[in-house]
């Protein structure tokens, strides 16, 4: 015999009678109490950047968009996904946001929208050694001054805050 319920608000406990009949007469009626837990509500992971801008100069090699950032999660121990994407000053076929596949995490990145997506179940220490990786570039000369990057992470419920990190464009250092 299992017990089931969907009622919204189930209470902390029910109580079930069970009784046998043989056909001539009823059993004694014994009772069974069943204690209701609630699963407590998820609590969606932390992203953080470190303080200041990233400098990166016009043309010059990819550059560690934070390799600060950190992620928490108090009720987790594996994330499943993060998308980290250039919000602002994003100019689509030179600004890139690359990724080397990392374990059971792996990347892909739409150039037309800069959103590189990871995915894959790994511990959230694999994760924030993924997203201090994520490097930056870009391959022309940049119009916009400086570009938003935007990390947010999933545990599998639900997504993390938005935490953004400035890349601030300058000339080029080489």
Same mark, same amino acid.
């Given at each position: 015999?299992t017990f089931?319920?969907?009622a919204?608000?189930?209470g902390t ?14 059993s004694?009626?014994a009772t069974k109490?069943?204690?209701?837990t609630?699963p407590p509500? %998820?609590?969606?992971p ?12 016009n043309?010059d ?7 600060g950032?950190?992620v928490s999660d108090?009720n987790?121990?594996?994330l *499943? ?5 250039v919000t602002?000053g994003?100019?689509a076929?030179?600004d890139?946001?690359?990724?080397e ?5 792996t990347g892909?990145?739409?150039? *037309?929208n800069g959103i590189?997506t990871?995915?894959g ?8 050694t993924a997203?201090q990786?994520?490097?930056?570039q870009t391959?022309?000369?940049?119009v916009?001054?400086?570009?938003t ?7 599998g419920e639900?997504?993390s %805050?938005?935490a953004t990190?400035?890349i601030?464009v300058?000339?080029?250092?080489f």
């Open positions: 015999m089931h319920t969907t919204a608000s189930p406990s029910r109580t079930v009678e069970f009784l046998v009949n043989d056909g001539d007469a009823g004694n009626t109490a069943i204690d209701i609630t509500p %998820n609590i969606a932390v992203v953080t950047t470190s303080d200041g801008a990233t400098p990166y100069g043309g090699p990819a550059v560690a968009v934070d390799g950032v950190t108090a987790d121990t594996n *499943e996904g993060a998308r980290v994407s602002g994003y100019e076929g030179t890139t946001l690359t990724f596949d990392q374990g059971a995490i892909t990145y739409d150039p *037309e590189l990871l995915s179940t790994a511990s959230i220490a694999d994760y924030q997203l990786s994520i490097k930056f391959s022309g000369t940049a916009e001054p400086s570009k990057i935007k990390f947010v992470v999933n545990d639900a997504d %805050n938005a990190k400035t601030s300058g000339p080029p250092t």
